[in-house]
């Protein structure tokens, strides 16, 4: 079973959090970048990520490439953004239907408070409905480290096959 773990981060939360999964899962990595970065600082920080994720945007992705047909589990990852998963999520899930479609799919989703539920709700919707194989839910593993984050890490990867 090959894996890629497919994310996006702003903050390095999410980040975190796929590279220790591709580290246990031997998995492939990938980071999809908004060409137009969102404002990383403030006010506007929350206002324009939160409004482009309640619009439900997708937002143009810098290019990027993976050997979808090696992959047989791809594993997205995102930071929730008002009860949502971030937007550049939509654009990868747009442009890789098809070959979504033929692999399984997992998702691991990092929060502040919450929200990561009806994330994974929306998550399934853009998948056509389909069931989730497991998903993990994180509480800023990076900026807030604790067991709780570690040990859900750890029995995310056990319930992927590790
Ligand atoms: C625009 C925006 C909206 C957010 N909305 C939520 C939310 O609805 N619920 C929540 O628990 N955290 C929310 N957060 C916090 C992030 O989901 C959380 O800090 C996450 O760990 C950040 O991941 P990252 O560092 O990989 O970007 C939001 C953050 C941003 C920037």
């Known amino acids: 079973m090959?894996?890629?773990?497919?994310?996006?981060s702003q903050g390095g939360n999410t980040a975190y959090a796929a590279e220790a999964l591709a580290r246990l899962l031997d998995a492939d990595l990938l980071r999809v970048e908004p060409e137009k970065s969102y404002p990383s600082k403030g006010f506007a920080k929350f206002f324009w990520g939160g409004k482009s994720s309640v619009m439900a945007e997708a937002p143009v992705l810098r290019p990027y490439s993976f050997q979808a047909a090696?992959?047989?589990?791809?594993?997205i990852g995102?930071?929730?953004?008002?009860?949502?998963?971030?937007?550049p999520i939509r654009t990868f899930?747009?442009?890789?239907?098809k070959v979504l479609a033929g692999k399984r799919v997992a998702a691991f989703a990092c929060q502040s408070g919450s929200g990561?539920?009806?994330?994974?709700g929306k998550l399934r919707e853009n998948l056509g409905g389909r069931e989730l194989d497991a998903t993990l839910i994180l509480v800023d593993p990076r900026d807030k480290p604790s067991p709780e984050n570690e040990n859900r890490?750890?029995?995310?990867?056990?319930?992927l096959g590790l």
């Open 70 to 75: 090696e992959i047989d589990r791809v594993i």
């Open 93 to 97: 899930l747009r442009e890789n239907r």
């Open 116 to 120: 990561a539920e009806r994330a994974f």
């Open 153 to 159: 890490l750890r029995d995310f990867a056990r319930r």
């Open 2 to 8: 090959r894996d890629l773990v497919v994310y996006y």
């Open 78 to 87: 995102f930071p929730v953004w008002a009860g949502s998963f971030a937007p």
